[in-house]
């Protein structure tokens, strides 16, 4: 039988909001995650760093631009241990210096893709998927990649109507 899982990264505390920072208990991807966990049937992976992230929005930038300038892969926290049980992973993570955050290439470069189905999921300030869908397809050459969807950080509280139609259109739902 089929089954899905849904790996995402997520940040709480200080995040770029509606125009200004603002604190957030939950980061806005894991609100995506788990609204998509409660439409279908699957698995929830937290993609969680052995350093962990600044709650200050600019250290956490500062963090994230150093990462991503020496093309750094951060020690995860765990692994999924069975993930050859999963023909489909849905992705999902924030947009960080026109990309996924680098855990997620850390993530994405421990397993083998191959066969597998990879849903991208992406919340974001304005800037969308940015190169993170090509960096996907170049760690993740062997995956089936489907559409992605786009959610803006201001947007993930009334998100379900555009989820909803997303799986449907990738037919998880």
């Not at 250290?59 to 994230?64: G, V």
């Not at 997620?104 to 993170?132: A, R």
Request: glycine share 6%.
């Amino acid at each position: 039988m089929a089954k899905t899982l849904i790996a995402y990264f997520s940040h709480a505390g200080q995040n770029y909001s509606h125009g200004s920072i603002r604190d957030l208990p939950v980061g806005n991807t894991e609100v995506v995650a788990k609204k998509i966990h409660a439409m279908i049937d699957s698995d929830l992976f937290y993609i969680d760093t052995v350093q962990k992230y600044p709650d200050d929005h600019m250290k956490k930038i500062e963090m994230a631009k150093k990462e991503y300038n020496e093309n750094a892969r951060p020690e995860l926290n765990a692994r999924v241990e069975n993930m050859d049980e999963y023909d489909t992973v849905i992705v999902a993570f924030p947009n960080w210096w026109t990309t996924m955050p680098m855990a997620l290439f850390t993530f994405l470069e421990s397993y083998d893709f191959c066969g597998k189905t990879i849903c991208p999921l992406i919340t974001h300030g304005g800037s969308g998927f940015s190169n993170s869908l090509s960096d996907i397809r170049r760690l993740c050459p062997d995956a089936r990649i489907t559409e992605g969807l786009a959610i803006n950080g201001d947007d993930v509280q009334d998100c379900d109507r555009v989820v909803e139609k997303w799986l449907k259109k990738i037919g998880l739902r």
